[in-house]
């Protein structure tokens, strides 16, 4: 399966990447296994706008803890 995802050019913070097993046999993945490809593309222009946390609250933010603590309130 291949899946792709562009990602703002002004984005900072972690990437998560998920992965599902879509046959009946078990696939272990090992600490330190590799198993996507991580491709970054050379920009031809210049961003028109760099974001920031006062405009998107979320960006950077490291856990999921942040999100829901937003749907508590």
């Not at 703002?8 to 992965?19: L, N, R």
Request: proline letters at 5%; hydrophobic letters at 40%.
């Amino acid at each position: 399966m291949q899946s792709m995802t562009k990602i703002d050019p002004t984005w900072y913070g972690k990437i998560v990447v998920a992965i599902a097993n879509h046959s009946n046999d078990h696939f272990p993945l090992k600490k330190g296994q590799a198993f996507c490809t991580f491709v970054i593309h050379r920009l031809d222009k210049p961003v028109s706008k760099i974001l920031s946390s006062e405009e998107v609250p979320a960006l950077g933010k490291e856990s999921i803890e942040f999100f829901l603590s937003k749907k508590e309130k």
